[in-house]
């Protein structure tokens, strides 16, 4: 299984800068079938998930529900982020920062191509 | 299909281990959000819509002399509040597209519910032995109690508010009987309309 570091392109233009206009672009050259390796990787799929299933969702809440670490958490939450599969809006709580997130449409589509992904693969295992 | 009949075509094990990480993959998808969405099921202005009851059924029952009446107005709270709270869950469920009693909603429930019928058999025993005074601190306990465990399978808040409510009735259970419904509507209403709008302005209804 793909892990991290699978969307070779991609994360060198990340250390670019933000790069979203792009990886969007590149997203569209990605045939309906070929796998998705952006969000393939669990930790970004537990994000694009959790995310479909709520408006918003601000780092810490995310972080409780995937188990994760504040660092693995922002790393991946980034290259999401890069992707332009989730956008991300701060403010402040008191004295506290308070980032949430929210999936895009981009990101949407993301997911449920990759779960007709799934369902493809799995159908066709069944009528071999 | 280009890109799966080529994968299975490779070899003779592949096919079963492409299927199980397939399903595998979709049932990760559909259990965190489920798990997500649950999380954040909690309504947050149907929480508005009980504490606004509850502020009107203490000031009525406040005005009774009569404890059957008083504790009637009480019960009637109780009972549409659940309406209420049912209601506004199955709402926000749906919206998340959610079945309402998933693996999550029924975790929540079966730790809200041993609190709330500790609660239930202590009024009776209370209302039998006369001692209506202990019931306002009871329900807020219990109650507090209720939303600190099941809260646990939510958002940070609602264990929050759990523990309000049950600071609250440690409160009611050492002050004045007299000051029964004032604390009542402090928490049965302000506390679940603070937190309510709270829940509302950040996770949506």
């Known amino acids: 299984m793909a892990r991290t570091g699978a969307a070779p392109r991609r994360e060198r233009e990340r250390s670019g800068g933000r790069a979203a206009a792009n990886d969007s672009g590149v997203q569209r050259e990605l045939s309906p079938l070929e796998l998705d390796r952006l969000i393939h990787e669990r930790l970004r799929l537990g994000i694009v998930s959790a995310l479909a299933a709520n408006e918003w969702l601000s780092f810490n809440d995310l972080k409780r529900m995937l188990d994760t670490t504040d660092g693995n958490l922002s790393v991946h939450a980034r290259k999401l982020e890069e992707a332009n599969y989730i956008t991300c809006r701060k403010s402040f709580e008191g004295r506290y920062p308070r980032t949430e997130y929210r999936l895009t449409a981009a990101g949407r589509a993301a997911l449920e191509r990759y779960l007709d992904h799934m369902e493809a693969l799995i159908r066709a295992a069944r009528d071999r | ?205």
């Open chain 2, 1 to 205: 299909m280009a890109t799966p009949r080529r994968h299975i075509a490779t070899s003779e094990g592949e096919p079963i281990a492409l299927r199980d990480r397939a399903i595998d993959n979709i049932r990760f998808i559909r259990e965190t959000m489920e798990r997500a969405a649950s999380f954040t099921a909690v309504p947050g202005w149907g929480g508005v819509a009980i504490g606004c009851t509850a502020l009107v059924a203490a000031a009525l029952a406040a005005a009774q002399t009569d404890p059957v009446r008083w504790l009637v107005i009480w019960l009637a709270e109780a009972v549409l509040s659940l309406g209420i709270a049912a209601w506004a869950i199955r709402r926000k469920a749906q919206a998340a597209n959610l079945p309402v009693l998933s693996g999550a909603g029924n975790k929540f429930l079966r730790s809200f519910l041993p609190p709330m019928l500790v609660g239930a058999l202590l009024s009776l025993v209370f209302v039998r032995a006369g001692e209506m005074a202990l019931l306002p601190g009871t329900w807020l306990l219990l109650y507090g109690t209720a939303v600190v465990t099941a809260g646990a399978f939510s958002v940070g808040v609602v264990p929050v508010m759990g523990a309000c409510f049950m600071a609250t009735g440690a409160v009611a259970l050492f002050c004045p009987p007299e000051w029964g419904d004032a604390l009542m509507a402090f928490g049965f209403g302000g506390l679940h309309i603070l937190f309510g709008l709270i829940i509302a302005r950040r996770y949506g209804g």
